[in-house]
């Protein structure tokens, strides 16, 4: 199947930095990219979806000054948390949507990004 | 609003049989999907249903009724291995994945 990775797997910062976050898709062109957050022992929730080329749509409540995303080529996105607080640790999560593959829509996930806010 | 609905935790026994209900109100229906995540990793895919009726894939098969709004997972032959949360997520009319809370499986040997 097809491969997304996620850099860095952990980050650690202090509050008030800020923390960029990559996601790439290895083997195949991602044409939309979703970035999830989970905080524990909950699901995954989508804050945000990626376009190729063009503004992320971001889900409510979801603050997109806080949450940069740009996703500047067919596989590259980033997440940047801006002025990181404490209650900005949870796991981050991309994935990514190869629309022209003719599946079923899958989305492939990256492995994770566990970040801690000092 | 939509809603996807399972049970929070299930108990089974290794070697023993346990399906997982999912059930959904969505904006419309482009097919329903079952993740497995182990705790501090990413989902991973399992199954995929868009038409009626039951996919096998070796130790694990999974259900739909589209009529119902209703699936289930069905993992046979458990081992300690399948420990993990099992996540129903179905995508709407807007190819947005909706996801479920997650069903934390918990297998004694």
């Known amino acids: 199947g097809a491969v997304v990775s996620q850099h860095p797997s952990r980050v650690i910062c202090k509050s008030g930095t800020s923390v960029k976050i990559e996601c790439r898709s290895l083997?195949?062109?991602?044409?939309?990219m979703f970035w999830y957050r989970q905080f524990p022992k909950q699901s995954l929730m989508l804050m945000a979806t990626?376009?190729?080329?063009?503004?992320?749509?971001?889900e409510q409540g979801v603050e997109k000054d806080k949450f940069l995303i740009n996703h500047a080529s067919l596989t590259l996105s980033t997440l940047t948390v801006t002025s990181a607080h404490p209650e900005d640790s949870s796991f981050y999560i991309c994935?990514?949507?190869?629309?022209?593959?003719?599946?079923?829509?899958?989305?492939?996930f990256g492995p994770g990004t566990r970040l801690t806010v000092l | 609003g939509q809603n996807i609905d399972q049970p929070t935790e299930m108990t089974a026994t290794e070697g023993a049989i346990v399906q997982i209900n999912c059930t959904y109100q969505?904006?419309?229906?482009?097919?329903l999907f079952w993740y497995q995540q182990h705790a501090g990793e990413a989902p991973t895919f399992l199954s995929y249903?868009?038409l009626d009726g039951l996919e096998e894939k070796g130790r694990f098969s999974s259900f739909l009724s589209r009529s119902k709004g209703y699936s289930y997972l069905l993992l046979k032959e458990l081992q300690m291995k399948d420990s993990a949360s099992y996540l129903c997520?179905?995508?709407?009319?807007?190819?947005?994945?909706?996801w479920g809370a997650g069903t934390k499986l918990i297998i004694k040997p």
């Open positions: 083997d195949f062109q991602a044409t939309t």
């Open positions: 990626s376009n190729e080329g063009s503004k992320a749509t971001y």
């Open positions: 969505t904006s419309g229906f482009n097919g």
């Open positions: 249903n868009v």
């Open positions: 997520a179905v995508m709407d009319s807007n190819y947005q994945l909706i």
């Open positions: 994935s990514a949507r190869d629309m022209s593959s003719g599946g079923y829509n899958e989305q492939f």
